[in-house]
């Protein structure tokens, strides 16, 4: 019995720290530049686990147009963009951020730390909310917490019911 409850323990803390990391926020520091400073050899980015080269980047290109560019309009359509990869953004680890603004400017030709200079909302960055469409990515991650929860459940089912 003590090993079940110990298993059953263990299953909590796995499902409380599934909810617990995803990120709510884009931050700030994805706006600025992490270049390699000194001899750096096996401090290497990891290279970004999402093809941002495949994404379709019209929310942001469609929203978001010049000369006049609106605070209000890019913000939002970066924001719709960009938080379902919030967490791959986030890890500074990776070069995910650098290789994301590189292909929104390249698809918008932004000029260089618009969206910086532009989109800021609080200590943490930017605050990532429901936005009116669902993207795959948040469709998944809602799907994977679904799934964990309803495991969670079952086992507790088990557990104490049979």
């Known amino acids: 019995m003590a090993l079940n409850r110990s298993v059953?323990?263990?299953?909590?803390?796995?499902?409380?720290?599934?909810?617990?990391?995803?990120?709510?926020?884009?931050?700030?520091?994805v706006f600025e530049s992490h270049?390699?400073?000194?001899?750096?050899?096996?401090q290497a980015k990891k290279e970004c686990t999402v093809d941002f080269e495949r994404q379709n980047y019209t929310i942001v290109t469609s929203?978001?147009?010049?000369?006049?560019?609106?605070?209000?309009?890019?913000?939002?359509?970066?924001?719709?963009?960009?938080c379902p990869f919030s967490e791959n953004i986030n890890d500074l680890s990776?070069?995910?951020?650098s290789t994301?603004?590189?292909?929104?400017?390249?698809?918008?030709?932004?000029?260089p730390g618009l969206f910086a200079s532009l989109c800021r909302e609080g200590q943490?960055?930017?605050?990532?909310?429901?936005?009116?469409?669902t993207n795959a990515a948040v469709s998944i991650a809602t799907k994977s917490s679904f799934l964990?929860?309803?495991a969670g459940f079952i086992v507790l089912f088990f557990q104490y019911f049979l």
Request: charged letters at 15%.
């Open 124 to 133: 943490y960055g930017l605050e990532c909310k429901e936005t009116g469409k």
């Open 35 to 42: 270049g390699i400073v000194g001899r750096n050899l096996l």
């Open 8 to 29: 059953l323990h263990l299953l909590f803390f796995f499902l409380l720290a599934g909810f617990a990391s995803s990120s709510p926020h884009i931050s700030n520091d």
């Open 148 to 150: 964990m929860l309803a």
């Open 94 to 97: 990776n070069n995910c951020a």
């Open 63 to 82: 929203k978001c147009k010049g000369p006049q560019y609106q605070a209000n309009l890019c913000c939002e359509a970066l924001k719709e963009f960009a």
């Open 100 to 111: 994301m603004f590189s292909y929104i400017n390249l698809y918008g030709k932004y000029p």
